[in-house]
T-cell receptor, first 106, second 115 residues
Framework: DAKTTQPNSMESNEEEPVHLPCNHS???????IHWYRQLPSQGPEYVIH???SNVNNRMASLAIAEDRKSSTLILHRATLRDAAVYYC???????FGKGTKLSVKP | ETGVTQTPRHLVMGMTNKKSLKCEQH?????MYWYKQSAKKPLELMFV???????ENNSVPSRFSPECPNSSHLFLHLHTLQPEDSALYLC??????????????FGSGTRLTVV
């Protein structure tokens, strides 16, 4: 299973974009990249996933490097409700890392 | 109901009690999981039921016993727990194939306190 590496924490101001990076240098060619987030006192929830092309949905955008060894979750306008721990996983990996704790300042 | 439902949401139990956590998924998934999340720690995978096989983390004490009677229901039986077992217990499901797992859906968790 491919291991992922994320910064422990990041800060953002409300209404500003946030770029959350993830390194997955050992990802295999067929593994999708998944992002989840966990709000306080809740279970993780799905955010977005992709394989090679960049992806957009109502929650976020996912930018995947051409060599697929890294990806970036983009929140276009952070809100206070986006404060959470964000996890990056490669498909098939059952192990969650520590994720990135995102703080959003008003 | 839709998604993954866990009951109870909160549980306080003594160290000599026996209790069970329940998880039910209405997504048609074929894999279910138990995770433990202690305060300020990463999610810890405890048990996996996937493609009718059980895979477990060997570091999980025997006082935790899972049961998966069918693909929609998952239980975690608890007995003679310790205070350090107090944590958020999360259930998840996914669609699993030989090629891998396709996305997880988590329940809201059971907040367990052992006194």
């Amino acid at each position: 299973d491919a291991k992922t590496t994320q910064p422990n924490s990041m800060e953002s101001n409300e209404e500003e974009p946030v770029h959350l990076p993830c390194n997955h240098s050992t990802i295999s060619g067929t593994d999708y990249i998944h992002w989840y987030r966990q709000l306080p006192s809740q279970g993780p929830e799905y955010v977005i996933h992709g394989l090679t092309s960049n992806v957009n949905n109502r929650m976020a955008s996912l930018a995947i490097a051409e060599d697929r060894k890294s990806s970036t979750l983009i929140l276009h306008r952070a809100t206070l409700r986006d404060a959470a721990v964000y996890y990056c996983l490669c498909q098939g990996n059952l192990i969650f890392g520590k994720g990135t704790k995102l703080s959003v300042k008003p | 109901e839709t998604g993954v439902t866990q009951t109870p949401r909160h549980l306080v139990m003594g160290m000599t009690n026996k209790k069970s956590l329940k998880c039910e998924q209405h997504l048609g998934h074929n894999a279910m999981y138990w995770y433990k999340q202690s305060a300020k720690k990463p999610l810890e995978l405890m048990f996996v039921y996937s493609l009718e096989e059980r895979v477990e983390n060997n570091s999980v004490p025997s006082r935790f016993s899972p049961e998966c009677p069918n693909s929609s229901h998952l239980f975690l039986h608890l007995h003679t727990l310790q205070p350090e077992d107090s944590a958020l217990y999360l259930c998840a499901s996914s669609q699993s194939s030989r090629e891998g797992n396709y996305g997880y859906t988590f329940g809201s968790g059971t907040r367990l306190t052992v006194v």
